[in-house]
């Protein structure tokens, strides 16, 4: 059984940064894409960044490309999502989910029923 862990969320003002980290375990992590989802209040769980399982592909949200950064360190079974310039707007709980079928496709899924195996999630709030 593949477990997430995330960590790294927290309270920032706008315009700040932090960094996500998403630790797996129990599986074979090098195998699987990749994905950091969002889920603001009363709002469905949307994809905000994705990375292929060897990191040479990688899907950002029209609405934080060129802030968020996802990448991955094979080696320590950690998916990471850099986010910088931080608005109010990405006030939500973020997920990290691992695609199992990403090794076969060499690719990442788009949508939820995609990802196989999800962590508990992280809150960030950003304040204006």
């Known amino acids: 059984q593949v477990q997430l862990v995330e960590s790294g969320g927290g309270l920032v003002q706008a315009g700040g940064s932090l960094r996500l980290s998403c630790a797996a375990s129990g599986g074979t992590f090098s195998s699987y894409a990749m994905g950091w989802f969002r889920q603001a209040p009363g709002k469905e769980r949307e994809l905000v960044a994705a990375i292929s399982f060897r990191g040479r592909s990688t899907y950002y949200a029209d609405s934080v490309k060129g802030r968020f950064t996802i990448s991955r360190d094979n080696a320590k079974n950690t998916v990471y999502l850099q986010m910088n310039s931080l608005k109010p707007e990405d006030t939500a709980v973020y997920y990290c989910?691992?695609?199992?079928?990403?090794?076969?496709?060499?690719?990442?899924?788009?949508?939820?029923?995609?990802?196989?195996?999800w962590g508990q999630g992280t809150q960030v709030t950003v304040s204006s």
């Open positions: 989910a691992a695609d199992v079928a990403g090794y076969r496709s060499g690719s990442y899924g788009y949508t939820t029923g995609e990802y196989d195996y």
